[in-house]
């Protein structure tokens, strides 16, 4: 899958930049730029040249660095039914065009958590996916020009209220957009290239068990297919995230564990705690 460089946040706001061997601060790799957010607009491929090795501080541990949110996101686009097994699952008829919806940035919680639940839901699934992060603003771009308008990759775990999407399915926003209904994390992973995603695998896992899992392939709309598409409905702009869909979701109740796992990619997890 090539070079993996991952741009990563801390809690206390401080930009890294690593890989499996551990992190080093963002500006000691990349002189004058302290923020993940300002390194969006470069291509996925040139941050993945970005020299951790001769940055002139130590490597931390990825375990030792609890992180938060990787970079400020704007628009939260989702995709529903993206998964052929899903939709079967769901019986759903399969779209002809992709079931996008879109969240608020209200919505958005910190790796680890916690997922809240609402009190007014009785039954909230958590769901995990592939997250697609635009570098630089772009309109009618083409399926060829992936590359070059999207900065990096990102595991997310979306929630939906589904007693109250069943209830009408008009209540999509509602069900999708309570405090904490989107985790995303917990690194932005470059290069932003499709043969990086070729075998990779989306799981679902909810206290330690598999509920469900997929390869990229049997998604209905890849993403690159996904980003031309919206990119002709408005305007992408640095840090928007396309959430690609799930291969399926797990019920989830206070008290237990959720992680998204991207082969490739990363791992992300989240504490859910129920309604106070």
Same mark, same amino acid.
């Given at each position: 899958?090539?070079?993996?460089?991952?741009?990563?946040?801390?809690?206390?706001?401080?930009?890294?930049?690593?890989?499996? @061997?551990?992190?080093?601060? =963002?500006?000691?790799?990349?002189? +004058?730029?302290?923020?993940?957010?300002?390194? =969006?607009?470069?291509?996925?491929?040139?941050?993945?040249?970005?020299?951790?090795?001769?940055?002139?501080?130590?490597?931390?541990? +990825?375990?030792?660095?609890?992180? +938060?949110?990787?970079?400020?996101?704007?628009?939260?686009?989702?995709?529903?039914?993206?998964?052929?097994?899903?939709?079967?699952?769901?019986?759903?008829?399969?779209?002809?065009?992709?079931?996008?919806?879109?969240?608020?940035?209200?919505?958005?919680?910190?790796?680890?958590?916690?997922?809240? =639940?609402? @009190?007014?839901?009785?039954?909230?699934?958590?769901?995990?996916? =592939?997250?697609?992060?635009?570098?630089?603003?772009?309109?009618?771009?083409?399926?060829?020009?992936?590359?070059?308008?999207?900065?990096?990759?990102?595991?997310?775990?979306?929630?939906?209220?589904?007693?109250?999407?069943?209830?009408?399915?008009?209540?999509?926003?509602? @069900?999708?957009?309570?405090?904490?209904?989107?985790?995303?994390?917990?690194?932005?992973?470059?290069?932003?290239?499709?043969?990086?995603?070729?075998?990779?695998?989306?799981?679902?896992?909810?206290?330690?068990?598999?509920? @469900?899992?997929?390869?990229?392939?049997?998604?209905?709309?890849?993403?690159?297919?996904?980003?031309?598409? *919206?990119?002709?409905?408005?305007?992408?702009?640095?840090?928007?995230?396309?959430?690609?869909?799930?291969?399926?979701?797990?019920?989830?109740? *206070?008290?237990?564990?959720?992680?998204?796992?991207?082969?490739?990619?990363?791992?992300?997890?989240?504490?859910?705690?129920?309604?106070?």
């Amino acid at each position: 899958m090539g070079t993996d460089r991952r741009f990563a946040r801390t809690v206390d706001g401080r930009s890294w930049v690593g890989d499996d @061997a551990g992190f080093v601060p =963002l500006e000691s790799a990349v002189p +004058g730029v302290d923020d993940v957010t300002e390194v =969006l607009s470069s291509r996925g491929d040139s941050l993945a040249d970005v020299d951790v090795d001769s940055a002139p501080a130590r490597r931390v541990p +990825g375990e030792s660095l609890t992180f +938060g949110a990787p970079f400020d996101p704007g628009k939260l686009w989702g995709i529903g039914l993206n998964y052929a097994d899903h939709a079967a699952d769901l019986s759903e008829m399969r779209p002809n065009a992709p079931a996008s919806f879109m969240k608020p940035r209200t919505a958005l919680t910190a790796p680890g958590g916690p997922i809240r =639940l609402p @009190a007014w839901s009785d039954r909230v699934t958590a769901e995990a996916e =592939l997250g697609v992060v635009i570098g630089r603003a772009c309109s009618d771009v083409g399926r060829d020009e992936f590359g070059d308008v999207v900065a990096g990759f990102v595991p997310v775990i979306d929630m939906t209220c589904e007693d109250v999407l069943e209830e009408n399915p008009r209540f999509l926003t509602r @069900a999708k957009s309570f405090d904490t209904a989107i985790v995303v994390g917990p690194w932005l992973s470059a290069p932003a290239t499709l043969d990086r995603l070729a075998d990779v695998t989306v799981r679902t896992v909810v206290e330690d068990e598999v509920v @469900a899992e997929n390869d990229l392939d049997g998604m209905l709309f890849p993403p690159d297919e996904l980003v031309s598409f *919206h990119s002709r409905v408005m305007t992408l702009e640095p840090g928007d995230l396309i959430s690609t869909g799930t291969p399926g979701a797990g019920v989830i109740e *206070h008290g237990d564990h959720v992680r998204a796992e991207v082969d490739g990619i990363g791992v992300l997890e989240a504490d859910v705690v129920g309604p106070s």
